[in-house]
C-alpha cells in the first residue's frame, strides 16, 4: 500500500545528518540487504578505501547502528559488521522522511503532469 504524501514537506534539516553523508548511507543500505558483510566486502561493494570505511563504520557503531565483530581467522584479523535494531529503525526513518520530502517520481519523469497538478512546497517553511 503505497504512503500517501503529507501536505507539509519535512525539510533537509530533517533528515538524520549521520545516516545522510554518502558512505555511511551506504554502509547502512548494504547491511540492511545482508545479515552481515566483513571489512572487505563492505570496502569493496562501496568502492572506498580502508581509511575511510573505519572512519565512516566507527561513527555508525559510536551511534549504536552498527554491530562490529572482530576475531582472527587463523592468523588473520576478520572484521564484520551487521545492522542493529536501531540502525534499521534509523534507515527506516530516514528514507521516510526523504520519501516525503522528494516529488513523486512520476512528477520528475513527466513534468507536464506536476505544472497541471496541485504543487506542493518543497519545505514546510511558507
Do not use: W
Not at 570496502?43 to 547502528?65: F, P
Not at 545492522?83 to 534499521?88: C, E, I, Y
Not at 520519501?99 to 497538478?117: G, I
Amino acid at each position: 500500500m503505497a504512503k500517501n504524501h503529507r501536505s507539509e514537506r519535512p525539510s533537509p534539516g530533517d533528515l538524520d545528518p549521520l545516516i545522510h553523508e554518502r558512505l555511511r548511507l551506504g554502509i547502512l543500505s548494504a547491511l540492511a540487504l545482508h545479515e552481515s558483510l566483513t571489512f572487505t566486502e563492505l570496502r569493496d561493494l562501496l568502492a572506498t578505501t580502508d581509511g575511510n570505511l573505519s572512519v565512516q563504520a566507527r561513527k555508525l557503531e559510536e551511534a549504536g547502528y552498527v554491530l562490529c565483530q572482530k576475531k582472527f581467522v587463523g592468523r588473520k584479523p576478520n572484521t564484520s559488521y551487521r545492522l542493529t535494531g536501531r540502525g534499521r529503525s534509523a534507515l527506516e526513518s530516514y528514507l521516510e522522511t526523504l520519501e516525503r520530502m522528494l516529488p513523486p517520481l512520476e512528477q520528475v519523469r513527466h513534468p507536464a503532469l506536476a505544472r497541471r497538478a496541485h504543487l506542493r512546497p518543497l519545505t514546510s517553511e511558507g
